[in-house]
């Protein structure tokens, strides 16, 4: 099992940056694939990147490509996401996830962290 926790979040102006990290705990982390979705006031959930199982296979939302990049650090169980050029528009709660393989999907994640607030000012 896995438990997730985010940090990084906060207020910036537009075009700014911010560093998310999600530190994960529990024996089986390196098995997973991880994952970040968004969640924006009266949104759905959307589908931001993913890394594969070995850090090997990147998948980024359409929305984000070009301006986000997902890492991740093994020896710190530790996923990245780097956002640059901020919008107005990315203003979300953040969620990592893991999940048995990488995907678009929430459905294909099974371990959620409680999410941390990034908010863009314009």
């Known amino acids: 099992q896995v438990q997730l926790v985010e940090s990084g979040g906060g207020l910036v102006q537009a075009g700014g940056s911010l560093r998310l990290s999600c530190t994960a705990s529990?024996?089986?982390?390196?098995?997973?694939?991880m994952g970040w979705f968004r969640q924006g006031p009266g949104k759905e959930r959307e589908f931001v990147a993913a890394i594969s199982r070995g850090g090997g296979r990147i998948y980024d939302g359409d929305s984000v490509k070009g301006r986000f990049t997902i890492s991740v650090d093994n020896a710190k169980n530790t996923v990245y996401l780097q956002m640059n050029s901020l919008k107005p528009e990315d203003t979300a709660v953040y969620y990592c996830?893991?999940?048995?393989?990488?995907?678009?999907?929430?459905?294909?994640?099974?371990?959620w962290g409680q999410g941390t607030q990034v908010t863009v000012s314009s």
């Open positions: 529990g024996r089986t982390f390196s098995s997973y694939a």
């Open positions: 996830a893991a999940g048995p393989d990488i995907g678009r999907t929430t459905a294909r994640y099974t371990y």
